[in-house]
């Protein structure tokens, strides 16, 4: 499955990219956050929120879109 990650705030500034197009063969998030902590071990660190169809997903959740956003937690204002 190809699936493009987005990436917003702070954590595009940790991969140095706002999105990127990944292989990934695991069907759960947990899975596929497996292989960004992989790929872009600073990730572990930090502190974000998973969404896909434009809604937070849990880690439990299966992979149901092929684009994943990851969202830093938002200031109020």
């Known amino acids: 499955m190809t699936i493009t990650i987005k ?11 706002n999105e990127e197009v990944i292989e990934c ?14 790929k872009h ?17 849990s880690k439990e959740d299966l992979i149901s879109s092929n684009e994943i956003a990851l969202l830093p937690p938002f200031a109020g204002g």
């Open 7 to 17: 990436y917003f705030g702070l954590l595009s500034e940790v991969t140095q990219c």
């Open 41 to 57: 071990p600073e990730l572990k660190h930090k502190d974000f929120q998973v969404a896909q169809h434009q809604e937070i997903a």
């Open 25 to 38: 063969t695991k069907t759960s998030i947990s899975g596929l956050l497996n292989i960004l902590f992989n």
